[in-house]
């Protein structure tokens, strides 16, 4: 498959979205080095400053390998990954890489005052009216995560919730035209007996990400928590290394 001219807008993402393209059209078994930079930028149209942010990126999520004096190739093992930890993916959509048919539904909601906590966390003043979202995700039939977020009413715009399929930051996009740029994330343990919102998932221990979600002004937009059955979904993450070593004599 050849690769494209890029258009002019937003070209570090046009220009991952077709390198990213290009990687699923090669036959990796055969061979999984990308070309040259000079030649990447001379197929897709870009400067090596858009290029190279691109490649940055698929190299910080281990999408590509870096090796100096060798070139760029594509990770394998990454690619063949369904359900990526990095970067963060709607859960309707990692539900149906892993095969299963998806479908969300909002189990309850409640507005309350802020505490001093998640005030401090939001850079909201204390008792700020929040709300508290709950939906569960289904794995075709099978509950497989529980989601709980946080998020000053405001951000929200009113007090009606919509059950819907849409991911809640296509929602909060769409209402206040914030969008999520990048998270915080803390990952823990946890059985069901901790939440009585977890019934549904039986005795099973569960994955649970607590989240604090930024938007693209780098400001504080919501808490999230969530709860991952991973006998049904399974999260993987490629980890650089950085690490030194000593040679011995």
Known sequence: MALQTIEHTDLKTKTKQALLTHIQSMNLNDN?????????????????????SALNEL?????????????????????????????????????????????????????????????????????????????MFYADSRPCVFCEDILPLAVWGNTSVPDSEDSLFQLIYERCGRKASWDKTELHVCTSDSNPDLHLFGERPLLRLNSLIYDTED???????????????????????????????
């Not at 999984?32 to 190279?52: H, I, Y």
């Open 32 to 52: 999984n080095k990308l070309p040259r930079e000079d030649q990447l930028c001379q197929m897709l149209g870009v400067s090596r400053v858009t290029l190279r």
């Open 219 to 249: 400001s504080p937009l919501f808490f999230a928590s969530e709860y991952i059955d991973t006998e049904l979904l399974t999260l993987s993450q490629i980890r650089q290394r950085e690490l030194e070593f000593i040679t011995k004599k």
């Open 59 to 135: 190299a910080a999520e281990g999408i590509i390998l870096r090796r100096q004096g060798r070139g760029t190739f594509v990770n394998r093992t990454c690619v063949n990954i369904k359900a990526p930890l990095n970067p963060a993916m709607h859960f309707g959509d990692i539900i149906a890489r892993s095969g299963y048919t998806p479908h969300v539904h909002t189990v309850g909601w409640k507005i309350f005052p802020a505490t001093p906590e998640i005030a401090s966390g939001l850079e909201i003043p204390e008792a700020t009216s929040c709300m508290c979202l709950k939906r």
